[in-house]
């Protein structure tokens, strides 16, 4: 939502955006890696246009 990652990366694989921000939150609160893969998703989807 802040740097548009979940929708780019629901376009992407053809999911629904709420799917893949559950799983972004559930990451953060359960497994502690979510920021990270949330920047360097952020970093693919800048220099991917």
């Known amino acids: 939502m802040?740097?548009?990652v979940s929708?780019?990366?629901s376009t992407k694989?053809?999911?629904d955006v709420s799917i893949i921000?559950?799983?972004f939150v559930?990451?953060?609160l359960f497994f502690g890696f979510g920021i990270g893969l949330y920047l360097i998703?952020?970093?693919v989807k800048?220099?991917?246009k």
């Open 21 to 23: 921000r559950v799983a």
């Open 13 to 15: 694989l053809g999911w």
């Open 46 to 48: 800048l220099l991917s």
């Open 41 to 43: 998703l952020w970093i």
């Open 2 to 4: 802040i740097l548009g």
């Open 7 to 9: 929708q780019w990366l």
């Open 26 to 28: 559930v990451s953060v």
